[in-house]
């Protein structure tokens, strides 16, 4: 793992920035992205600069079971508002939240996993340790599955909707097998309310119970924080 640590997330950005530039000049051009704030600056960073997504292909990482893309807090909205309606990419992939089997969907999504090896995969991660929504206590073999959140993380995710019971209980999550698969990994995260997973996936035991620390199996991680989120290390 390599541990990078920022004054801000912005600086954080910039980094990212030249990773994935890096990245599509050598010709590599699957990316898996993520959702959520933290890489809300990257994206921001992407859309102004002069990189060519258009060849390239986005696969995320889930989405919340019942609401559609057309809902303001959907991933499939967030996705369109900050990168792809600005910056086009050849192809875009995000599960279905409105999927009416299930099953049926988590097998498409499997399948353009398997013919999309991803070159560089975005993550942030959750205050319980989460990775895409992949909750504490997920196989590590798991491939996408619909999962029950937490209810630390319905807490969590709260701050984006109007209500409580507006959060869905449900989404579909790429696997950890999955996020695995790509050849080199970017987590972030920022904030002091990130410090204690941060910490114990870089220090701790590896362990479902932590999904983040799985990473530290993983031959080619770019761990990215900012001051606060890097605050517990020891
Ligand atoms: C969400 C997403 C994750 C994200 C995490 C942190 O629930 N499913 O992919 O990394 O929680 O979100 P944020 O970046 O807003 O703190």
Known sequence: MEIKIFKNANDAAKTVETIFAKTLKSGDEVFGLATGSTPETTYARLVTSDLDFSNATAINLDEYYGLNSDHPQSYAYFMNKHLFNKKPFKHTYIPNGIAEDPQAEIDRYNKILEENPRNLQILGIGTNGHIGFNEPGTDFAS????????????????????????????????????ILDADHIILMAFGENKADAVKDMIEGPVTELLPASILQKHNHVTIILDEDAASKLS
Do not use: C, H, W, Y
């Open 143 to 178: 491939k996408t599955q619909l999962v029950n959140l937490t209810e630390e993380t319905i807490e969590a995710n709260q701050r984006f909707f109007k209500k409580r019971e507006d959060v869905p209980k449900q989404a579909f999550s790429m696997g950890i097998d999955s």
